[in-house]
């Protein structure tokens, strides 16, 4: 077998994998990274390739890896040719300690090798922005996970919470994704909605509710035991999780109190002020809070209803399965048409004019105060959930799928 021809640059890495020989199984093309060297403990490695392939990708350690050699092995597309290049920066707790680049070129359906060795003298470089990401196109970001994430939340672009299965909790700041250590549960994690940078709500599997009080994120008593889909904080301060068999609770203070609800599994849950909030669920249940009670409200239809969002009280989207949208104007609910038949998971925007939303096989739909127009997403993999916020639109779904559209 050819192999790729290796131009080293400098480049400090650590793997994330040990296997004796990473690209011996594998069909179709693998890069093999031997990494060797006397260095500190590292806990990540951010990876960014440019050239022949347009990829980020951030490998976490349970532990930091102290010893060397480390073997890992990279999937690439089989017909990919051409000189791939790459940027790698090593981090410890989130900060970089080392980095560099390098280049491989590669040939069609063959296995490509570096052996690389680390250098403590090499100073930190920030990985350089991903080519041929221009403004107004979605790209994906690097995600520490490959988790399937549920929901996505923050105040800013800088502070954005992101959650779902394995427990998976992330945050993103400035710098990037990272995972949040010490979550202290094991349930899968759906939703998650806030007040503010120090009080944000994370439900999901089993009744499990979080908070984060700015400082640790801590383990709330259950509200019930089943699985909880939608978390809306209100900004009065109450909190209202719904979920499987109808269930509704309110928490005020540290106290939770049962709402009842419709019997349906719940999905969502929104709200413009806390004497305005809806529900939406299966069999195109929506339900409607007026300060006092939850009272059914005509859907007409029985198409299950997933996410649900409103610029005001009197506009108001919610999306479902089999490409359905809804829209309340304060008087009625009124079906648009979205042009897609797959399911919409999501909903959010930044006004009545600009309004996302997101589901399976990448589907990504804008409303610009006159239709639901496609926007290409660059990926097939499912999305769950999306936030909009200073022109920044982001969505992430399975496999740890982030994508970004930056102004």
């Given at each position: 077998?050819?192999?790729?021809?290796?131009?080293?640059?400098?480049?400090?890495?650590?793997?994330?994998?040990?296997?004796?020989?990473?690209?011996?199984?594998?069909?179709?093309?693998?890069?093999?990274?031997?990494?060797?060297?006397?260095?500190?403990?590292?806990?990540?490695?951010?990876?960014?390739?440019?050239?022949?392939?347009?990829?980020?990708?951030?490998?976490?350690?349970?532990?930091?890896?102290?010893?060397?050699?480390?073997?890992?092995?990279?999937?690439?597309?089989?017909?990919?040719?051409?000189?791939?290049?790459?940027?790698?920066?090593?981090?410890?707790?989130?900060?970089?300690?080392?980095?560099?680049?390098?280049?491989?070129?590669?040939?069609?359906?063959?296995?490509?090798?570096?052996?690389?060795?680390?250098?403590?003298?090499?100073?930190?470089?920030?990985?350089?922005?991903?080519?041929?990401?221009?403004?107004?196109?979605?790209?994906?970001?690097?995600?520490?996970?490959?988790?399937?994430?549920?929901?996505?939340?923050?105040?800013?672009?800088?502070?954005?919470?992101?959650?779902?299965?394995?427990?998976?909790?992330?945050?993103?700041?400035?710098?990037?994704?990272?995972?949040?250590?010490?979550?202290?549960?094991?349930?899968?994690?759906?939703?998650?909605?806030?007040?503010?940078?120090?009080?944000?709500?994370?439900?999901?599997?089993?009744?499990?509710?979080?908070?984060?009080?700015?400082?640790?994120?801590?383990?709330?008593?259950?509200?019930?035991?089943?699985?909880?889909?939608?978390?809306?904080?209100?900004?009065?301060?109450?909190?209202?999780?719904?979920?499987?068999?109808?269930?509704?609770?309110?928490?005020?203070?540290?106290?939770?109190?049962?709402?009842?609800?419709?019997?349906?599994?719940?999905?969502?849950?929104?709200?413009?002020?806390?004497?305005?909030?809806?529900?939406?669920?299966?069999?195109?249940?929506?339900?409607?809070?007026?300060?006092?009670?939850?009272?059914?409200?005509?859907?007409?239809?029985?198409?299950?209803?997933?996410?649900?969002?409103?610029?005001?009280?009197?506009?108001?989207?919610?999306?479902?399965?089999?490409?359905?949208i809804l829209h309340w104007d304060g008087t009625a609910w009124s079906p648009a048409s979205s042009g897609v038949q797959g399911t919409l998971r999501a909903v959010r925007g930044g006004g009545p004019r600009d309004v996302w939303a997101v589901g399976d096989s990448g589907t990504i739909l804008h409303w610009d105060g006159s239709r639901w127009r496609p926007q290409p997403s660059g990926t097939s993999a499912d999305l769950l959930a999306v936030w909009v916020g200073g022109g920044h639109i982001l969505a992430v779904g399975a496999d740890g799928t982030i994508l970004h559209r930056r102004p």
């Amino acid at each position: 077998m050819r192999r790729g021809g290796l131009l080293l640059l400098g480049l400090l890495l650590i793997a994330a994998c040990r296997p004796p020989a990473p690209c011996a199984a594998e069909e179709g093309a693998c890069l093999a990274l031997r990494i060797e060297g006397d260095v500190g403990p590292v806990d990540a490695l951010q990876l960014d390739f440019s050239g022949a392939l347009q990829r980020s990708h951030r490998i976490w350690f349970p532990q930091s890896v102290r010893a060397l050699p480390v073997l890992v092995g990279i999937l690439l597309p089989a017909s990919l040719q051409g000189t791939l290049l790459l940027h790698a920066t090593a981090l410890l707790q989130d900060e970089p300690v080392g980095g560099g680049v390098g280049a491989v070129h590669l040939f069609p359906d063959e296995h490509a090798a570096m052996t690389l060795t680390l250098d403590r003298r090499l100073v930190p470089m920030r990985p350089p922005p991903v080519q041929g990401c221009p403004a107004g196109t979605f790209c994906p970001e690097a995600a520490p996970t490959a988790a399937t994430l549920r929901g996505l939340w923050g105040t800013d672009v800088g502070d954005l919470w992101a959650v779902g299965d394995e427990a998976t909790v992330l945050r993103r700041t400035p710098t990037g994704w990272r995972v949040l250590s010490g979550v202290p549960t094991r349930a899968a994690l759906r939703a998650v909605d806030g007040q503010g940078p120090s009080s944000v709500f994370l439900s999901g599997h089993g009744g499990t509710v979080l908070r984060w009080d700015g400082a640790d994120l801590a383990l709330l008593p259950r509200p019930s035991m089943n699985a909880l889909h939608g978390v809306w904080a209100s900004p009065s301060g109450a909190v209202f999780v719904v979920g499987d068999r109808g269930e509704l609770q309110r928490r005020d203070g540290t106290t939770w109190s049962s709402l009842g609800g419709s019997g349906s599994v719940l999905l969502g849950v929104w709200g413009s002020a806390a004497n305005d909030a809806w529900i939406v669920g299966e069999g195109g249940t929506i339900l409607r809070y007026d300060g006092a009670a939850w009272t059914p409200s005509i859907s007409g239809t029985t198409t299950t209803l997933r996410g649900l969002w409103g610029s005001g009280p009197r506009d108001v989207w919610a999306v479902g399965d089999s490409g359905t949208i809804l829209h309340w104007d304060g008087t009625a609910w009124s079906p648009a048409s979205s042009g897609v038949q797959g399911t919409l998971r999501a909903v959010r925007g930044g006004g009545p004019r600009d309004v996302w939303a997101v589901g399976d096989s990448g589907t990504i739909l804008h409303w610009d105060g006159s239709r639901w127009r496609p926007q290409p997403s660059g990926t097939s993999a499912d999305l769950l959930a999306v936030w909009v916020g200073g022109g920044h639109i982001l969505a992430v779904g399975a496999d740890g799928t982030i994508l970004h559209r930056r102004p």
